[in-house]
């Protein structure tokens, strides 16, 4: 309920009724008073009248929406009341969604059993479930005395699908260059020459009768293919109690998931992705059946606020196997170097990607880390 102008007036000629029925009496004072305390009585009842007479109906296209992609809505305000609705202003959800075309400053008239309907266009912005179109109705009576705001007890829930981003120009191809490619574990099979023992060699490749006889560790050169396939890591611990805090994180990490995925799928690149979901799980992503069914699973996955990265832990040096590691999620800590293993940094190439733009300025040359800060308010498509 809000103050206004004629509420005051109306709270002065109140004040004055008392007045007069303290210090004068009469009839015409009580009438007076009677008349300033029944019109207040009149307004809210009429308020509550038409709250129960007003019915609200609100349809989107489809239940399912995809994010970022308009969808038409439509909404429809109609008066079962045997008297007319004098002013009715919808309030939307907009933490989330955008309905295009309406505003909440726009004031609607209703006769008697009669309605209007509005075709617009709703844009959801994250992936995820939750609440959208109209929030709220602010009925005022025909005086506008009195404004009252009241939440619909019903609301719109929708279930919006991941942005599928395609990724492209110079900035993607440096995502796998051929430096890249050129990595101290990309061979695969043994031969006779030796070499310095360098930070990262795997033991079992080290040659102890020549490391004897010169003084210092030896490992065995390795000639052969080269690796392939990319190991793409999803953190899957949920960074925020409210939803308003972690679902647009959220959000940046699924797409970003997918658009590398569906980038180097289409590069005829191998790519193994990672996530948790009750336990470990991987989805192998080397044509369109495999990005269907990793789309399909990312468009239920649920982070979890008791889920850490070792909970992806698989057979230690699994990830040695691959010629190029990315991890997405909000923050980098040793955890993370922990999942990855230590003794693949600085030997096969690492991306990092954060969500919300956090740790930019942690670049690892030497250790052949590269930090992609993602800003959840901006499109994915112009930052990779």
């Known amino acids: 309920m809000l103050r206004n102008k004629r509420f005051l007036i109306l709270f002065a000629l109140f004040v004055l009724s008392l007045v007069g029925i303290s210090f004068y009496g009469g009839p015409v004072s009580y009438t007076f008073f009677w008349l300033c305390v029944s019109i207040p009585l009149i307004l809210l009842l009429y308020i509550f009248l038409v709250i129960v007479s007003l019915r609200i109906y609100q349809k989107p296209e489809g239940r399912n929406m995809v994010c970022g992609s308009p969808s038409d809505f439509y909404i429809t305000l109609q008066n079962e009341g045997f008297f007319s609705f004098s002013s009715l202003r919808i309030i939307f959800f907009s933490s989330f969604s955008t309905i295009m075309g309406l505003e909440d400053s726009v004031v609607y008239e209703l006769p008697p059993h009669s309605s209007v309907t509005k075709k617009t266009q709703l844009v959801c912005r994250y ?107 999803l953190d899957p611990k949920r960074c925020g109690e409210s939803t308003e805090e972690y679902l647009a994180p959220e959000n940046s990490m699924i797409e970003c998931v997918l658009a590398l995925a569906l980038y180097y799928m289409e590069k005829n690149i191998p790519v193994d992705v990672f996530y948790y979901e009750g336990r470990a799980q991987k989805c192998v992503v080397q044509n369109a059946e495999g990005f269907e069914r990793l789309y399909t699973k990312m468009l239920s996955y649920s982070f979890r606020e008791d889920a850490g990265l070792l909970a992806l832990l698989t057979e230690p040096g699994s990830l040695a196997s691959y010629r190029m590691l990315m991890f997405v999620g909000q923050e980098w800590t040793a955890e993370c170097e922990t999942v990855i293993g230590r003794e693949n940094l600085g030997v096969i190439p690492c991306r990092v990607f954060l969500a919300g733009g956090r740790q930019t300025d942690l670049d690892d040359r030497e250790r052949r880390i590269a930090f992609v800060p993602i800003d959840t308010d901006r499109p994915l498509r112009e930052q990779l």
């Open 127 to 233: 992936r995820g479930q939750y609440e959208v179109g109209i929030k709220a109705v602010v009925v005022k009576d025909f005086l506008g005395v009195f404004s009252i705001s009241w939440k619909l007890p019903e609301t719109l829930n929708v279930i919006v699908a991941p942005a599928v981003v395609r990724i492209s120009g110079s900035r993607a191809e440096a995502f796998f260059s051929d430096a890249d490619r050129e990595n101290a574990m990309q061979k695969t099979e043994a031969d006779i020459p030796v070499r310095d023992y360098i930070a990262g060699d795997e033991l079992r490749f080290i040659q102890w009768k020549a490391s004897a006889a010169m003084q210092k560790l030896m490992v065995r050169e390795r000639t052969g293919e080269e690796k392939s396939g990319i190991a793409l890591i």
